[in-house]
């Protein structure tokens, strides 16, 4: 399981505190430790995440330990200059808020020279400091569902650009005539902590926001399925990437990556091995050459030529077969492994798609899908639809099931406190909505806030100034601005991938609360 802690460098924002945690950060990239999976920079605080299967975190401590000797700032980073074409939908308001004419607000907004802190929250999107004190505003209440794509904004003493939409809850100023972020690039990212960034006033046309970077061949070396049918979202994922935080990627990676495992085990593959996220439906697939594949989790039922077939074990397919998918009421993901692992390109040394960083994509009508690994397929069997093919692995059934109620553990967050968990566990929530990126809870209030950007753990439970809490999965934002009392369990987030709108939510505090003394 994942897990992680916070290196504190200050309590505020402060250069030489920011360069001595930069130059920490640098030392422990050029000498890896196994086992530890990111390093995420914020403004005062360094988040270290490791496999704790992997490497203990006392190893992990005495690693960072023997690097924080004899720190300096390290080299400066690049000016670069940023035109901005002041429109943004928030200027009148802050005038209004701050008392000063809309060409004062420009004029302290870009007479400033700005420290890009750290990289995150999205991809490439940079937080920098320190904006003019007159225009010191906290953040929205309740965040934008959608923010466009290179909006320049503010919040307290930060300013930011958005390289892509996404919701946020900044102050949005103008818009950035050059793109920050675009992973068709060589280099996709234009800024970097310890960068300098100047803003100069200017009209013109928005950058076109970037597209999707293909990760599918086009030509599969071995096809082996032909997509007849996409699903409501099937997305090709592996473990997802490792030491990207620090650029603002996703995690990524498969939302239930117990049933993940168990499908790719299925089938002989190891367990990084890329397979099919399937979401609520799943696509029809025709099979264009004999293989095996084994399908694992929720939400529907396999089914083969139009018979169904038992989930949790391994079946062949010959050419010509055609796989598809029963929706059920329980459940909301699965996945579908092929032996061999599917054909896919790799960016930051990971096939998994990611949606909000534009990587890859949803399957559509008409795609291809390659094995990566050609292996044998005997054909001399007795097999009939209703009889699945010999299997890889014997058939197995999954040791855990799906709750009337969902009860999750919780463990302290970095802002843990006795009143959030004692809202956060005294009655039951609901999910009101949820993706990738996270879950919105509908429920008892819960005290949250804001604090200076930090890391965002897996599973974090945030809450915004309004107490509405939000837990964080994969495709979270990697920084974000607002008080974390919670997080959930890494054991149970298997649990929250497989909920649907609705559906119930009890929260159990873990003995780590009792232990570390903030409940008793």
């Known amino acids: 399981m994942r897990r992680g802690f916070y290196l504190s460098f200050s309590k505020g924002l402060d250069l030489a505190a920011n360069a001595r945690m ?3 950060t640098r030392r422990l990239l050029q000498r890896p430790l196994f086992g530890v999976t990111d390093l995420v920079p914020g403004y005062v605080n360094l988040y270290v995440e490791f496999e704790d299967t992997a490497v203990s975190q006392s190893r992990v401590r005495r690693w960072v330990s023997e690097h924080s000797l004899n720190l300096s700032s390290g080299d400066s980073g690049r000016l670069v200059e940023i035109p901005v074409r002041y429109d943004g939908e928030d200027l009148l308001w802050v005038t209004e808020q701050t008392g000063l004419s809309p060409e004062e607000v420009i004029r302290r907004h870009s007479s400033r020279l700005y420290r890009v802190y750290a990289i995150g929250f999205t991809p490439g999107f940079p937080f920098m400091g320190e904006v003019d004190p007159a225009l010191h505003l ?10 466009p794509a290179h909006s320049v904004a503010i919040a307290n003493a930060q300013t930011g650009i958005y390289p892509l939409a996404s919701p946020g809850g900044w102050h949005l100023l103008g818009t950035a005539l050059r793109a920050i972020y675009d992973p068709h690039r060589p280099e996709p990212f234009l800024l970097a902590p310890a ?5 100069v006033p200017a009209w013109g046309s928005t950058p076109p926001e970037p597209q999707a970077l293909e990760l599918l061949p086009a030509e599969p070396r071995y096809p082996a399925f032909r997509v007849v049918e996409p699903g409501l979202l099937d997305l090709v994922v592996d473990e997802g990437r490792r030491m990207a935080g620090r650029f603002g990627l996703a995690q990524s990676g498969p939302l239930d990556p117990r049933s993940a495992r168990l499908a790719n085990a299925l089938v002989g593959n190891p367990a990084d091995a890329p397979l099919l996220e399937l979401t609520l439906k799943g696509p029809v697939l025709e099979a264009l050459r004999d293989t095996v594949v084994a399908f694992a989790g929720f939400a529907m039922h396999p089914e083969l030529n139009g018979e169904p077939v038992a989930g949790y074990q391994s ?13 059920t009421t329980r459940g909301v993901r699965g996945y579908l492994a092929i032996a061999g692992g599917l054909e896919s390109g790799r960016f930051w040394d990971s096939a998994s798609t990611d949606l909000r960083g ?3 994509r949803p399957l559509q009508a008409g795609d291809i899908l390659g094995v990566k690994t050609l292996r044998e397929v005997r054909t001399g069997f007795s097999y009939s639809p209703r009889l699945p093919a010999k299997p890889v692995c014997a058939l197995r059934t999954p040791s855990w099931r799906l709750a009337d109620e969902a009860r999750v553990r919780l463990l302290p967050g970095p802002q843990a406190n006795p009143e959030a968990l004692k809202a956060l566990s005294a009655g039951t929530y609901r999910l009101e909505s949820g993706d990738r990126m996270g879950l919105k809870l509908e429920g008892p209030s819960v005290p949250g806030g804001e604090l200076i950007s930090e890391a965002t753990p897996l599973g974090a439970i945030q809450v915004t100034p309004g107490g509405h809490p939000l837990i964080l999965l994969n495709d979270r934002g990697r920084i974000g601005g607002y008080a974390k009392p919670a997080q959930v369990d890494p054991r149970d987030l298997p649990i929250l991938a497989q909920l649907r709108p609705g559906s119930p939510v009890r929260f159990v505090i873990a003995d780590e609360f009792h232990e570390q003394g903030i409940v008793k």
């Open 315 to 327: 079946f062949g397919l010959r050419r010509g077969d055609v796989l598809s998918f029963r929706p």
């Open 22 to 24: 930069l130059a920490l």
């Open 195 to 199: 960068d300098a960034v100047r803003f």
């Open 138 to 147: 906290p953040r929205r209440l309740v965040p934008r569902k959608y923010v």
């Open 358 to 360: 534009r990587i890859g």
